[in-house]
């Protein structure tokens, strides 16, 4: 029984992971060479433009987040009218919003350069930059029903290919500002220009997308569609947003107290850790769909099973590929940007996947409770998040800086993926205790013994030589080495446990 829905489901992983690898590997390739363009004052306007552009997208009108769910519903059904005339609602509402704010963002501009403590001397050419990035954000937003629609129809074959190639054109764009020695304001209508094409791209499928689907129910009035669309949506918005919350705000915090060339070097540690995230969650991107159709079969013990194995695979492999960072970032830090990293880019990149480990390792049991029509969960536990993360970066930074902010989104985001897993293990009938030794201690501890072990043995005298030096073979002899008896080590822990 199980044939069927494993088979869609590694198909999309597959095809989602070709797309985000594509992109994610080429952003690895380019930012070296623009930290070194730009330099450290140009690039931590850079990273508090990309900051302040997610936190700006707190405030879109929450459709995105219920369209797959919803798109897929309607495919599902053979609800062919009320599908078409979705689509197209929310692209006109997506699109009237996004005008709007952006001519207020434009307004308000130099509070918000003036709250991010950027120095007035670059205030003309930051303020662009950071209107663009809105727009790159807003365009994103509107021409996102799309890419949805393709998800919701299981074609993420296709999205992945026009994905690869709007992330092709963006970076070659970006290779082509560096080498005519542009500045921000050309990064700038890079980003809009090809955020705009993308979509346009997205869109392409999408009429045969719409004829494809079988007219088996009547058209229902569009006030109630959107209104059902809202009402799932909704909650997932917010969870979104504290979400959000939660990995941007402490960059403002440390950018206030260190400056916002502290916030730079500590960016750098995180973009490699938030790539090895998107990668890694290409896998609970990919369930939804199927975990959708699942609930619509009402076979509660084939969710259930489905459940506990996607959750049990995802958690053995994301626990040591984030603990690996603990001995591993600064040679990876050195490989990457070619220079000796930084002690921020190092606390940026250990603390930010100690902080993912403990916020992905539930990942699979969300995309469950929002297939089962329970997003009220999620926006509950990412409150909860926000609220700690909040208070904690408000006392942590100011007295520990870096460190802080990395402790406290460890705390929040392991308190509200808890609080999360307490409800959802009640809902399927999973025991607690078991459910979360299985899913974060197992894997945990199983990880953190070759990563302790390997940190003692390499932070040698002669190891952090290597590294604050500069020699960049012998750091990539010493990761091959670390690697081998890493995956040793924790494989041998694991099957251990198991006999």
């Not at 380019?30 to 997208?57: E, N, Q, R, T």
């Not at 609800?79 to 006109?92: E, S, Y």
């Not at 365009?139 to 919701?152: G, P, R, S």
Request: aromatic share 12%; with cysteine.
């Amino acid at each position: 029984m199980l044939s069927s829905p494993p088979k869609r489901l590694l198909l999309n992983t597959v095809a989602n992971l070709f797309g985000r690898f594509w992109a994610k590997a080429l952003a690895l390739l380019i930012v070296p060479f623009l930290i070194k363009h730009l330099g450290d004052g140009g690039w931590g306007v850079y990273c508090l433009g990309g900051s302040a552009a997610m936190l700006i997208s707190l405030a879109d009108p929450a459709l995105t987040s219920g369209y797959t769910k919803v798109f897929s519903e309607y495919i599902a059904k053979g609800r062919a009218a009320d599908l078409k005339r979705l689509v197209i609602a929310g692209f006109v509402i997506y699109g009237s919003w996004s005008v709007a704010l952006l001519a207020l963002t434009w307004v308000l501009m130099p509070h918000i350069l003036a709250l991010a403590g950027i120095s007035p001397a670059v205030h003309p050419e930051a303020g662009f930059f950071f209107f663009a990035l809105f727009g790159w954000r807003f365009i994103a937003e509107t021409f996102n029903v799309f890419y949805h629609l393709l998800n919701a129809a299981q074609r993420m074959t296709t999205a992945s290919m026009f994905t690869m190639i709007g992330a092709l054109i963006h970076y070659v764009a970006i290779i082509v500002v560096i080498m005519c020695n542009g500045g921000l304001v050309a990064l700038g209508w890079v980003f809009m220009a090809s955020s705009l094409l993308q979509g346009l791209l997205l869109m392409i499928p999408a009429p045969g997308i719409l004829r494809s689907v079988p007219r088996l129910v009547n058209a229902t009035p569009l006030g109630y569609q959107v209104r059902y669309l809202l009402a799932f949506a909704w909650p997932l918005k917010l969870a979104a947003n504290c979400e959000t919350v939660v990995l941007q705000t402490d960059k403002f915090f440390i950018a206030h107290w260190a400056g916002v060339v502290a916030n730079g070097f500590y960016q750098k540690g995180t973009i490699l850790t938030i790539v090895l995230r998107e990668l890694l969650r290409v896998c609970t991107n990919a369930l939804l769909p199927v975990a959708t159709t699942l609930v619509a079969t009402g076979n509660k013990e084939l969710l259930r099973e489905a459940h506990r194995r996607s959750a049990l695979i995802y958690a053995r492999i994301t626990a040591p590929v984030f603990l690996f960072l603990l001995p591993a970032a600064p040679f990876l830090l050195l490989l990457w940007l070619g220079e000796a990293p930084s002690v921020e880019a190092v606390l940026g990149m250990t603390l930010t996947g100690l902080a993912f480990h403990a916020g992905t390792a539930f990942s699979v049991s969300m995309e469950f409770g929002a297939a089962s029509h329970l997003p009220h969960l999620q926006m509950r536990s990412a409150f909860l998040s926000a609220i700690i993360s909040l208070v904690l970066d408000a006392v942590l930074i100011p007295f520990l800086g870096c460190w802080g902010a990395g402790l406290a989104s460890f705390i929040a985001l392991g308190a509200s993926s808890l609080y999360y897993a307490r409800v959802i293990s009640r809902i399927l009938h999973e025991p607690f205790g078991p459910f979360v030794w299985q899913i974060y201690l197992e894997p945990f501890l199983a990880a953190i013994v070759p990563a302790l072990g390997l940190m003692l043995i390499t932070w040698s005298s002669r190891h952090a030589e290597w590294v604050l030096s500069g020699h960049r073979w012998m750091a990539l002899g010493q990761l091959c080495w670390m690697s081998f008896v890493y995956v040793i080590v924790y494989a041998a822990l694991m099957l251990g446990r198991k006999r």
